[in-house]
């Protein structure tokens, strides 16, 4: 099982950019499909992106489409979360979590698809 640290979660503006990472260790990351999801105060933690194992595909969700974009540097076992144009809505806890699949796999947005999850960071966008 891999273990996934997240990072960069922090109060910012609306309209400013985040960056957040995520760190694996104990497997190395490319035999995983990464995503990140968020879960809002009295919400369900919901899709937010995903990549690809070797990073050629992504997904994202209607609500961040064109915002935010995820990447990895499989090198350095890093998944990262690029969120520009933040907006008050965009405030939640961010996590990552990798699916081991296929190197084909279509990627995911169903969070029970996910074997591990890290602790999650906290992003509060203020308006």
């Known amino acids: 099982q891999v273990q996934l640290v997240e990072s960069g979660g922090r109060l910012v503006q609306a309209g400013d950019s985040l960056r957040l990472s995520c760190a694996g260790s104990?497997?190395?990351?490319?035999?995983?499909?990464i995503g990140w999801f968020r879960q809002a105060p009295g919400k369900e933690r919901e899709f937010v992106a995903a990549?690809?194992?070797?990073?050629?595909?992504?997904k994202y969700d209607d609500a961040v489409k064109g915002r935010f974009t995820i990447s990895r540097d499989n090198g350095k076992n890093m998944v990262y979360l690029q969120m520009d144009s933040l907006k008050a809505e965009d405030t939640a806890v961010y996590y990552c979590?990798?699916?081991?699949?296929?190197?084909?796999?279509?990627?995911?947005?169903?969070?029970?698809?996910?074997?591990?999850w890290g602790q999650g960071t906290t992003v509060t966008v203020s308006s």
């Open positions: 104990g497997r190395t990351l490319s035999q995983f499909t």
């Open positions: 979590a990798a699916d081991r699949t296929i190197l084909t796999a279509p990627i995911s947005d169903d969070r029970g698809q996910y074997e591990s």
């Open positions: 990549i690809s194992r070797g990073g050629s595909r992504t």
